[in-house]
């Protein structure tokens, strides 16, 4: 499927202004944090950002978590544009997931950050972050829990007033994609259970060494309770023996 038939390209505008520097609720509060305490007084060499967008954590690897080398790579030309302008120094490329155009080994750390939700052939796509890790390197994925990909665009039930009463769930072994629309953004999005991603990810020879489901820690404050009554993102370390 291509990024017009997904959504991506004619979303590319709205999706780098919803992102600002520093990115977005999700990203400032919950996982970028997550993140730099999993990465804390760690070093790695070379790192792959699949589906890197405008680029924003690739620079954030080089700035905060100071990578010697960052490569993205992403299949949306106009995202790619937005962050080779932002980092002209930066490596950014054409490519898709499901084919890295890279030999085996090349990365020490592989991230793919809120990227598996939009990728239709995943099993192809964990098979190939897995054969670009180097063995004893990491991949690390974020992403959104598989209760709130089943829930579609209508996850919170509220009541007469507009308040936020509970999540429902529905749907939630069937594998499907469904368009999310928001802020200007339409994207399509595919729903897998849990157990579909961690089959593959050990099927394509990692080990599982962390898991967190990352409170907020700041942020508009009835953003964040409503974000830690239901915490929809997690984050995954996987090893490559």
Not at 16 to 31: I, K, M, P
Not at 167 to 173: E, M, N
Not at 204 to 230: C, Q, S, W
Request: charged share 25%; proline share 6%.
């Amino acid at each position: 499927m291509s990024n017009v038939e997904n959504g991506w390209s004619q979303s590319a505008p709205a999706w780098v202004e919803s992102q600002g520097r520093d990115g977005d609720f999700n990203r400032q509060f919950v996982l970028d944090p997550a993140i730099d305490r999993l990465l804390e007084q760690r070093s790695f060499q070379r790192a792959l950002d699949v589906g890197c967008g405008e680029g924003r954590f690739c620079r954030r690897l080089k700035q905060h978590q100071k990578v010697t080398s960052v490569t993205g790579i992403d299949p949306t030309e106009p995202l790619l544009a937005s962050a080779r302008s932002r980092d002209p120094a930066g490596d950014y490329r054409f490519a898709q997931a499901e084919a890295l155009p890279f030999p085996d080994g090349s990365f020490d750390l592989v991230v793919s950050y809120f990227t598996l939700i939009d990728i239709a052939d995943i099993e192809t796509a964990i098979n190939e972050m897995a054969r670009v890790t180097t063995p004893g390197g990491s991949l690390l994925i974020a992403n959104l829990n598989s209760f709130i990909t089943a829930c579609g665009s209508g996850a919170w039930v509220r009541d007469g007033a507009g308040k936020k009463k509970f999540v429902q769930v529905d749907t939630y072994l069937t594998e499907h994609a469904e368009w999310q629309e928001w802020r200007g953004i339409r994207i399509l999005n595919y729903h897998r259970p849990m157990s579909r991603y961690m089959t593959l990810l050990l099927q394509a020879g990692l080990h599982l060494v962390r898991f967190e489901e990352p409170p907020a820690i700041g942020g508009p404050p009835e953003t964040r309770d409503a974000y830690n009554r239901v915490p929809y993102a997690h984050l995954m370390e996987w090893k490559k023996p």
